[in-house]
């Protein structure tokens, strides 16, 4: 079956203490993307990635890291987590060329930092 | 840039009432126009796109017309069931020049259908 899965699905954690929630898609899509939902703001997006090793900010990448060593998988990194980062977190990937704007998404990460 | 104006929710309707979810955007070059629908405790699903002016994207009894001249994208269904019940968010892509582009999206429609 053809999917974005994301682990964890819920998360609570304390200020400053590094986590990291893992991205990983079966469809060989080249694009991966990381965007949080918050009420009244819909999804931004943090960070995305054309392709292996390359990886750009997207509208709200402070606070964040992302890394992408192979094609399937595109963890987020919080090397420092802060309370306004709580928030819903879901990963999406697509391809490049004709359906680029296509975007399949995950089912999403519940982050609560205290 | 680019943004999205989707009408705040909730909104409640009764089972087989008449469905319009307003969209309008604002986007530089030609954008392609995306519902996503978001089920409880479930992440976004593609509900339809429309790739081009007058285009019509439909799935599930849903319906939006690519309205180049109102920069609207307004979703409709002819009568709408419980199962329908999620939140609803309007998206434009970016230029289709062969490399990906980020997704804008709307702030999210809730659709609440009751018996």
């Known amino acids: 079956e053809a999917q974005v899965t994301q682990n964890p699905r819920y998360l609570i954690t304390v200020t400053g203490k590094k986590l990291t929630v893992t991205c990983s898609q079966n469809?060989?899509?080249?694009?991966m993307s990381w965007y949080r939902q918050d009420p009244g703001l819909g999804l931004r997006q943090i960070y995305y990635s054309m392709n292996v090793e390359v990886t750009d900010k997207g509208d709200v990448p402070e606070g964040y890291k992302v890394s992408r060593k192979e094609k399937r998988n595109f963890p987020l990194i919080l090397e420092s987590p802060s309370p306004n980062q709580t928030s819903l977190y879901f990963c999406?990937?697509?391809?490049?060329?004709?359906?680029?704007?296509?975007?399949?998404f995950g089912p999403g990460t519940r982050l609560t930092v205290l | 840039g680019n943004s999205v104006t989707q009408m705040e929710g909730p909104v409640t309707l009764s089972e087989e009432a008449f469905l319009t979810i307003n969209c309008t955007y604002t986007?530089?070059?030609?954008?392609?126009l995306f519902w996503y629908v978001q089920y409880p405790g479930e992440g976004l699903q593609l509900l339809l796109k429309?790739?081009?002016?007058?285009d019509k994207g439909s799935n599930k009894g849903f319906e939006a017309t690519y309205r180049k001249e109102t920069t609207s994208f307004h979703l409709e269904k002819g009568s709408v069931q419980v199962s329908d019940s999620a939140v609803y968010f309007c998206?434009?892509?970016?230029?289709?020049?062969?490399?990906?582009?980020?997704?804008?999206f709307g702030t999210g429609t809730r659709l609440q259908v009751t018996l």
């Open positions: 998206a434009l892509g970016g230029l289709n020049t062969g490399t990906a582009s980020k997704l804008t």
């Open positions: 429309a790739t081009k002016a007058d």
């Open positions: 469809m060989n899509h080249e694009y």
């Open positions: 999406a990937s697509g391809e490049l060329g004709a359906n680029t704007d296509t975007q399949y």
């Open positions: 986007a530089t070059g030609y954008p392609s």
